[in-house]
């Protein structure tokens, strides 16, 4: 089975500063690979999602931006922070079992940025 | 249009049974899941049913699945302080890549 790994776990940024977040997977290959926001109180919010190196799909048009630059690495970058970028970010990867197949998302353990 | 609908908060006394409901719109999911979300944790998979089930068990756990009605519910037996969370339910449409969730239940269990 997959691990999700995610950094940092917490972040306090100020206002217009820059941002990278970074998730990486290990136990799996070729997966689909995605970032959820949820802010405070509020559901998940799909912002990236990713089905190879290189290729992003965007679901909000935002601030915000996502590269894949090997198999099992994505980063979410910022060039500018807004205070409306602050909550918890999820990273989160498809794996497609063999006996299941399903195309479960399994969470890592997800980076809480505040900007003040 | 794609939806998951459920409600926001359920408070229940230990060792009584949770229901969480949830509804969708799209007839063409293929599989609908249970995640639980523990304070400041990520979300953790509990369980997952394919779309020609009716009902599918785990221990405490109880899925049950009306797909004329786009219903989906899931029964936790004898529940405990630790089930103290936010439960998303979400739903995989066939062909797509995505999986949309709802906003999550919260669960409060009450003493």
């Known amino acids: 089975s997959q691990t999700i790994h995610q950094w940092p776990a917490t972040l306090v940024q100020p206002v217009g500063s820059p941002l990278s977040l970074e998730c990486t997977v290990e136990g799996t290959s070729n997966p689909n690979l995605y970032w959820y926001r949820q802010a405070a109180g509020r559901g998940l919010q799909l912002l990236f999602y990713s089905v190879g190196i290189g290729q992003i799909s965007s679901e909000v048009p935002q601030n915000l931006s996502a590269s894949r630059p090997q198999d099992r690495q994505f980063i979410l970058s910022s060039k500018k922070l807004l205070l409306s970028d602050s909550g918890f970010y999820l990273c989160?990867?498809?794996?497609?079992?063999?006996?299941?197949?399903?195309?479960?998302?399994?969470f890592g353990p997800g980076t809480r940025l505040t900007v003040l | 249009g794609e939806d998951v609908e459920q409600s926001l908060f359920l408070s229940v006394r230990e060792g009584d049974s949770s229901v969480i409901n949830c509804t969708y719109t799209d007839s063409s999911s293929t599989y609908l899941y249970w995640y639980k979300q523990e304070p400041g944790a990520g979300l953790q998979l509990l369980t997952y049913?394919?779309?020609?089930?009716d009902m599918k068990q785990d221990q405490r756990l109880t899925v049950l699945l009306n797909k004329k009605d786009k219903h989906l519910s899931l029964r936790i037996a004898d529940t405990q302080t630790g089930d103290s969370a936010i439960y998303f339910c979400?739903?995989?449409?066939?062909?797509?890549?995505?999986?949309?969730f709802g906003k999550g239940t919260r669960l409060h269990i009450l003493p």
């Open positions: 989160a990867v498809t794996s497609v079992d063999s006996l299941k197949v399903t195309d479960t998302q399994y």
């Open positions: 049913i394919f779309s020609n089930m």
């Open positions: 979400a739903e995989s449409i066939g062909g797509d890549d995505k999986i949309i």
